[in-house]
């Protein structure tokens, strides 16, 4: 891959994420990746902090009381 794209291994290595975490995150439509690598989503370095913030968002959804 390119230098500017991570796999989702990368991305959950980053990120602190799990890989289901991402791939659900990517299922919803909230992120989505740059392009694929025969099957493997390749997600673009500068989109990391989006990534973060949909799982901020998802977390806080989640725990509202």
């Known amino acids: 891959p390119r ?3 991570l796999t ?3 991305v959950a290595k980053r990120t602190g994420l799990s890989v289901s975490a991402i791939r659900f995150y990517e299922s ?3 992120i989505s990746p ?3 690598l025969g099957a493997a989503p390749l997600f673009a370095l500068r989109y990391l902090s ?3 913030c949909a799982d901020s968002a998802t977390t806080r959804f989640f ?3």
Request: charged share 35%; glycine share 16%; net charge positive.
């Open 3 to 5: 230098v500017d794209l």
């Open 28 to 30: 919803r439509g909230l």
């Open 50 to 52: 989006a990534i973060g």
């Open 8 to 10: 989702i291994g990368q």
């Open 34 to 36: 740059q392009r694929k």
């Open 63 to 65: 725990n509202r009381e």
